[in-house]
């Protein structure tokens, strides 16, 4: 069955400061890969995601993630993180069914 | 185009007590599934629903159930509540699952804690 499993489960940096989350997934055939975000009080919300085609892929908000399928990864990235980046972040992927399997969650504060 | 709502926000309850969730898809989408998220444990899938008919379970014991009704809004009903199913409780729409278009859109959630 697919998998995901994330590195990092506490991240703190100060803003302006690059951020990567680390996301491997298990082979499992057709891969679908997400990242969601959990701002404190909100729901979740999708950030990006993969199905085919550019390894690359651009999200909202600034995000980025690639995916690299000799390393089974799909880290998520942002060049400059500001203080409205604190939040919880998941990967995710689905099974044939549509069904989500998340990660852990890395929880990432970001300091003024 | 208005966005997954759930209903409670939040809602407290007594062990051995039952409780019944509901959520309101997106306008058009026929998929509706459930997820549990605790510190513990994370998020967790329970079921998913399309068109009326539970499509796929995760390993919850039998006290979860659901159903889905024929304009796609669905319940989520516990039955004899433990302290361990205090939780918030996630849905999400989509369009459809299994097709391709995995995206799932997902509501604020319910918090349910049972005392």
């Known amino acids: 069955a697919q998998s995901v499993s994330q590195h990092n489960h506490h991240v703190i940096l100060s803003e302006a400061a690059s951020l990567e989350l680390g996301c491997n997934y298990s082979?499992?055939?057709?891969?679908?890969l997400f990242w969601y975000v959990q701002y404190p009080g909100q729901h979740l919300q999708l950030l990006l995601k993969y199905f085919s085609g550019d390894p690359l892929v651009k999200g909202i908000k600034g995000f980025e993630a690639e995916f690299i399928k000799s390393k089974f990864s799909f880290n998520l990235r942002k060049p400059s993180v500001q203080w409205s980046d604190t939040a919880e972040y998941f990967c995710a992927t689905t099974d044939s069914w549509g069904k989500l399997q998340f990660g852990a969650g890395t929880q990432v504060v970001v300091t003024p | 185009k208005a966005g997954v709502t759930q209903t409670p926000r939040y809602l407290i309850k007594t062990r051995g007590q039952q409780v019944t969730l509901s959520c309101s898809p997106i306008?058009?989408?026929?998929?509706v599934s459930w997820y549990q998220q605790t510190p513990g444990q994370g998020l967790q899938f329970l079921f998913e629903y399309f068109s009326e008919t539970q499509r796929n379970k995760g390993n919850f014991p039998g006290r979860f159930s659901g159903r889905q009704f024929s304009n796609s809004r669905s319940e989520m009903n516990v039955s004899t509540l433990e302290l361990g199913d205090s939780a918030l409780y996630l849905c999400?729409?989509?369009?459809?699952?299994?097709?391709?278009?995995?995206?799932?859109?997902f509501g604020p959630g319910t918090r349910l804690t049972v005392t």
């Open positions: 999400a729409s989509s369009f459809e699952l299994g097709t391709g278009d995995h995206e799932q859109y």
């Open positions: 082979y499992g055939g057709t891969v679908n």
């Open positions: 306008s058009g989408h026929r998929s």
